[in-house]
């Protein structure tokens, strides 16, 4: 089945200590992408990647790292994360470029207390 | 600013019943996107229109798109329980490298029996 995984789907922490979200894809899709929701704010990206070893900054990068290693994985990284980073966080892919119809994960709650 | 913005933000209606949600944007576009999300879950994509589209069908769906009025509505016609979930638009904007897509905030939507 066609499908993008995140993981944890709900991750309590506190404010310092080091995540990461893991995020894989098996549709071999080039573009993916991460996005945090918060009410009233809809949907804002985060980072992107357009192929393996090539990502790029989104709307609101600050206190997140990513990389792409291989093709099928995003992992998102708070290397010291506080508690305004306390979100719903979406991994998304897409075979073509990110405007195009995107796939997303299930969502992971991250509450940092 | 958000570049689509749902209206209304909320809508209850009786099974049965049409239910039609608008958004509007402020840039030129690509393509434009309805999404469906349940309860806190991953988006799933609906349906896609493009800037030289006017209007698009998918089952009890029915996207038109107004790029002089920069508006876009979505129609679900003969609403079930089971349609109850937020709704977003989504735009790819011209000239912002299809590296992302700008969501709204959402239309929640509930069908009641």
């Known amino acids: 089945e066609a499908q993008v995984t995140q993981n944890p789907r709900y991750l309590i922490t506190v404010t310092g200590k080091k995540l990461t979200v893991t995020c894989s894809q098996n549709?071999?899709?080039?573009?993916m992408s991460w996005y945090r929701q918060d009410p009233g704010l809809g949907l804002r990206q985060i980072y992107y990647?357009?192929?393996?070893?090539?990502?790029d900054k989104g709307d609101v990068p600050e206190g997140y790292k990513v990389s792409r290693k291989e093709k099928r994985n995003f992992p998102l990284i708070l290397e010291s994360p506080s508690p305004n980073q306390t979100s719903l966080y979406f991994c998304?892919?897409?075979f073509g470029r990110g405007g195009e119809k995107l796939f997303f994960g299930s969502g992971t709650q991250l509450s940092v207390l | 600013s958000q570049q689509g913005e749902e209206d209304p933000q909320a809508l209850s209606i009786q099974e049965g019943e049409n239910a039609t949600m608008n958004c509007s944007y402020k840039?030129?576009?690509?393509?434009l996107q309805w999404y469906r999300q349940n309860s806190g879950r991953g988006l799933v994509h609906l349906i896609l229109?493009?800037?030289?589209?006017r209007e698009k069908h998918s089952g009890r769906l029915r996207v038109t798109l107004d790029t002089s009025k920069k508006s876009s509505s979505l129609l679900i016609t003969a609403s079930r329980a089971a349609d109850t979930a937020s709704y977003f638009c989504?735009?790819?904007?011209?000239?912002?490298?299809?590296?992302?897509?700008?969501f709204g905030t959402g239309t929640q939507l509930k069908v009641e029996l």
């Open positions: 998304a892919s897409s």
């Open positions: 840039t030129s576009i690509n393509n």
């Open positions: 549709m071999n899709h080039e573009y």
């Open positions: 989504a735009t790819d904007a011209k000239g912002g490298g299809g590296n992302k897509l700008t």
């Open positions: 229109i493009r800037s030289n589209e």
């Open positions: 990647s357009m192929n393996v070893e090539v990502t």
